[in-house]
Nanobody, 121 residues
């Protein structure tokens, strides 16, 4: 079993930065591919960034590419810069036993509760 807990969300002004963290419990965490999704009110869940188990392969959505960096070590992180009001959403981390970059939400076995990010204009 893997349990995930996000932190680092909050209120930030346009152009600001945030670093989201996803702490994971479970001895096999390091072997799981992981991802950040986000969901804004009334919208579908959107993939933000993904990383494979080794941390060597990453993927970014077009909406955040160049402004976001996903990484992992003892936890998983998402550094978001140049934040825009359209980045406002609840951000979720998720983990899957599958290898590689996994972009389909249904393929993720474990989910955190989410952390709210609000970007004011």
């Amino acid at each position: 079993q893997v349990q995930l807990l996000e932190s680092g969300g909050g209120l930030v002004q346009t152009g600001g930065s945030l670093r989201l963290s996803c702490a994971a419990s479970g001895r096999t965490f390091s072997t799981y591919a992981m991802v950040w999704f986000r969901q804004a009110p009334g919208q579908e869940r959107e993939l933000v960034a993904a990383i494979d188990w080794s941390g060597t392969r990453t993927y970014y959505s077009d909406t955040v590419r160049g402004r976001a960096t996903i990484s992992r070590g003892n936890a998983m992180y998402l550094q978001m810069n140049s934040l825009k009001p359209e980045d406002t959403a609840v951000y979720y981390c998720a983990a899957t036993r599958l290898d590689g970059i996994v972009v389909v939400p249904g393929m993720y076995n474990y989910w955190g509760q989410g952390t709210q990010v609000t970007v004011s204009s």
